[in-house]
């Protein structure tokens, strides 16, 4: 059996020496192939885009500051997407804690709707065309079904590499999975019930956007 | 297809059971029969197809600003934990690269200059030092071997004087005799035939 390689590889370990001479450039690459990936995850987690692009920064810092404890176990990409989540969720809770978004957590409130009570102005100016309200729906939810409905759709994962990614049990990954779907469903129906047939024409029509 | 079900009495066990599964889709039998569920389904789809698309990234991401805004972070962050485990690590008296070449370079000029000749006096005081040192050590290590002997030849006669005859156990004698003159020392009666 022939084991793939990462295909980040050789960018990774020029990046593991920060005073190397291929440091830059390598550095520069990698960012340059992750940064639209990252800032995607990071959005749909933290809701907006200047929190996103502060947790690109904050994730690509990470990164290097880790990267000696990076043993290739697991593909580059794995790896920088499970801090980017982490990096999301952690920033996300520091603003929830200075009481600027409160949004309730299916993890620890069974079958309540994870409603947000005070959505924030900007989402409002977002949710004038359906992505945005799409992405408003997510920002109720709480960040770890947010997390996995991104690297989900966004990234195409399995849930094999959800688990991954999440360092999670493959079931617990599937009951997250239907939660994430049962929330935003119901968010959909509660709080913006004309999306409801506008996505669902989409759908057959096959633009969601 | 079935009319959807009455809100007032919520959702049917088989329904919530059919859309908490990962594997529910529109085309399902359930979803064929159930006019609510292909509803959720149809919500389902809509969402997952807007979900599938990536947010527009700003323009900033891609400038060179942020770029360098990242890279400074990196490095702020390397250095912020470099700089506290050597000095753990290091040793305090190391000196800086510059001190040490300064530092070497001397060393270098030092072993290249030929010392300077002390004089022939100096050198016949060390050697009367030596000599010097060399007699009294002698003169000690032969006090010592006369102490030394002295000392046995002493602990060898106190031996033979004291030592062997005081210690010597007497041999016994045995006497025979009539009890009607017994020996004023310890006896023992030895008795022949019956009890009187």
Avoid at chain 1, 23 to 37: I, P, V, W
Avoid at chain 1, 184 to 205: C, I, K
Wanted: charged share 25%; net charge neutral.
């Amino acid at each position: 059996m022939e084991l793939l390689r990462d295909p980040d590889a050789d960018l990774v370990a020029a990046c593991r020496e920060p005073g190397s001479e291929g440091f830059e450039a390598a550095f520069e690459q990698l960012f340059a192939r992750y940064r639209e990936r990252v800032y995607a995850i990071a959005f749909r987690v933290v809701g907006n885009a200047v929190d996103a692009m502060d947790v690109v920064q904050e994730s690509f810092a990470l990164l290097f500051r880790k990267l000696h404890a990076f043993r290739g176990g697991s593909l580059f990409s794995t790896w920088l997407f499970r801090i980017v989540v982490n990096c999301s969720i952690d920033h996300r809770r520091k603003r929830d804690g200075s009481g600027r978004v409160r949004a309730m957590s299916l993890d620890s409130a069974e079958g309540v709707d994870p409603i947000d009570e005070s959505p924030s102005p900007e989402l409002q100016a977002q949710s004038e065309e359906l992505g945005g309200q799409v992405q408003h729906a997510i920002s109720l939810l709480s960040p770890k079904l947010r997390a996995i409905l991104a690297l989900r759709y966004l990234e195409d994962m399995s849930y094999d590499e959800l688990a991954a990614t999440l360092g999670l049990s493959l079931g617990t990954v599937k009951s997250r999975m239907a939660r994430a779907h049962l929330a935003l469903e119901a968010v959909v129906r509660n709080r913006f019930p004309h999306l409801e047939h506008g996505l669902a024409d989409r759908a057959a029509t096959g633009d969601a956007g | 297809m079935n009319r959807p079900h009455d809100p007032a009495h919520g959702t049917p066990p088989e329904c919530r059971a059919f859309r908490a599964s990962l594997e529910a889709t529109a085309e399902a039998p359930h979803a064929r029969a159930c006019a609510a569920c292909a509803a959720a389904m149809a919500l389902r789809q809509g969402l997952t197809s807007a979900l599938r698309r990536a947010p527009t990234p700003p323009p900033a991401l891609a400038s060179r600003e942020f770029l360098a805004g990242v890279h400074e972070r990196i490095v702020a962050g390397i250095e912020a934990a470099s700089s506290l485990a050597p000095k753990i690590a290091e040793p305090i008296e190391t000196p800086a690269a510059p001190l040490r070449a300064a530092l070497g370079d001397q060393l270098a000029r030092a072993l290249a200059t030929p010392p300077t000749s002390p004089g022939e006096g100096r050198w016949q005081d060390v050697r009367r030092a030596v000599i010097d040192d060399i007699a009294s050590r002698r003169a000690a290590r032969t006090r010592i071997a006369v102490w030394v002997g002295l000392a046995g030849a002493a602990a060898a006669a106190m031996f033979l004087v004291v030592g062997p005859g005081s210690d010597r156990v007497a041999v016994p004698t045995i006497v025979f005799a009539d009890l009607s003159s017994a020996p004023s020392g310890d006896f023992t009666v030895v008795r022949r035939g019956a009890d009187r």
